[in-house]
């Protein structure tokens, strides 16, 4: 741990760190809230149970059953014990610095200039002992970086403050009168909207799996009554499978509850939705990569729609597409999502958004869903938008753009057409898809011009 | 499209060809189609190991294939070796490949976060390299294989200078 870099010895005292830039104070390393292994414990025995199955139990019986998790139980707390003893984190300059690992120690430090956004999470068992969970989005990490499990809410409260002042980009930190480490001040959070619950609820149940969820039922009672086989073994597993599969519309309608979006002092976006686990995800404005907006086809009688943010680093998260916060609103109608739009990326009107659809000739490799398709540039974003069923829209900021494809395939080669590819580090590129060729050779020029201008004023304001 | 862009563009002559494109060394050429002689001779000698042990009219007819196949795709490899290109515009690089499908790139510098020279043993001994330009998004392909090894480090050199000069995360 003695190993740091260069750095010169600046005097100042440790509880108010200087200026960002120049500030390297030596800090002491913090260790996790005492309670964190026991709460990794009880997670990772709801684990060791879920994976011995039901099966399992009626094989070797209650007892058994119990002996063989208490003692998993025990090692698993014994090894989070052993964890927690060796796990610390502190902040040097504009980096957190995390060292883990008994056998293997790893120390990581993580530079907050690329620190994309914080969340706090807090699952039902960190709810009860007042605890929190701090995730922090990175660039380029594989999955989520560093997620610090647990502090108490203050303290993941204070750190994400510091993380994020620390993390503004200098010239905006230089422009705020109030730079620094602030305390986080709920209170002056303005609030932008509050989902409510109710539509929340029939949203989800306007879900093809909602939809499924009777036949799934009728298909068990159907099977009982036909093998009269009442065990409760049998239910329950059943159940369980059941659940797992045609449940999402309940998980969704638990983990969007009480779905809040505020603006804090600095203008960042304030996150905050969760039932049984809060989360609450502090996003820089200028982190957002794009925003994708979704019409479901059942959502069309109320006129609702749905809003994604897309944010580097979730986008490296595999599969879990229900466990990321990408949520800008799970369910709205036009004109809050128009406001909503307006406020997340300024100067951006959803109902003026124009796009012009491909040349007739597409219809060959579209024969129903051509008239959906679509691509324009406004002088701030690219908007592309798709989809027969379930229409989909998205919207790219010129200076979020991280380089521009042009692809043409054998099909598209005999139409003369081409689909332009506009990529964000969010993981979804806006596509202008078959598009005429000469066409797509100027939106891709048109493009790669605009994103170089918009970085141009975007670095320096 | 909503504003027309700052030159004439021609249906025929789009402007990718209008800008300087280099090719990627013919050399390339080589190391692909020993890559696939070596490929072929395995195959063939699993498929003869196979016709000796179970004598069967398949097992030559699916020689004939291999060998049919390797073939045709030999031919193609020349051309998509010439169809590789890249051309360094002062804000961004181009690279385009591909017969079948054929992609053009178009990765501003300023966007890089780091630039990867790899070559393999084959490409060592006919002394060549790839260098890939990485961006924040994965989707991003700018990979220029079959450079001299020269020329592969003035291209690395040069994207990293002119990458330099933004270090903000994003």
Redesign the interface.
Known sequence: MTGLPASPEAPGSPEAPGPPANGAVEEPRRRLHPLSPVLHGAKSIAVVVAALSWQTLSQVGLERFALVVAVLALGVVVFSLINWLTTGYHVVGRELRISDGLLWRRNRAI?L????AVELRRPLLAQLTGLAELRLEV??GSKTEAPLAYLTVRDAAALRERLLALAG??PSVELRPDAGPQVAAPSLEQPLLRVSNRDLVISQLLTPQAFLLPVGVAFVVMQFVIEAQWSFIGIASTVTAMAGVLLQPARRILQDWDFRLARDPGGRLVVRFGLLETRSQVVPLH?V?SVGITWPLLWRAQKWLHLRLDI?GY?GEPGSDSKRSDRLLPVGDVTTARQLVWDVLPGVDLLTL?T?PPPARARWLHPFALRYLGA???PEVFVSRWGLLTREMSVVPYA???????????LQ?LLGL?TV?A???G?R?GQARDR????A?????????R??HA?ATF?QP | MTSPPEHAVDALTPWPDTVAWRPVSPKLITVELITRVVWVVVLLAALAVGWALWPYWLWPAGMAVVVAYAIWRSFVTVRAVRAWGYAERDQDLLVKHGLLIRRLSIVPYARMQFVDVTAGPLERAFGLATVQLHTAAAASDAKVPGLPPGEASRLRDRLTALGEDRAEGL
Request: no cysteine; net charge positive.
């Open positions: 530079p200039e690329r620190l994309q660039v380029g980009r200098t982190r990569q580097a986008a124009a012009s324009g540039l406004t979020r753009l991280q380089s521009v494809r042009v692809v043409q395939g054998p080669r081409a590819y990529d964000t580090a993981g590129s005429d060729l000469a066409e050779w100027a939106l891709a020029e048109q493009l790669a011009l994103a170089r970085r670095s």
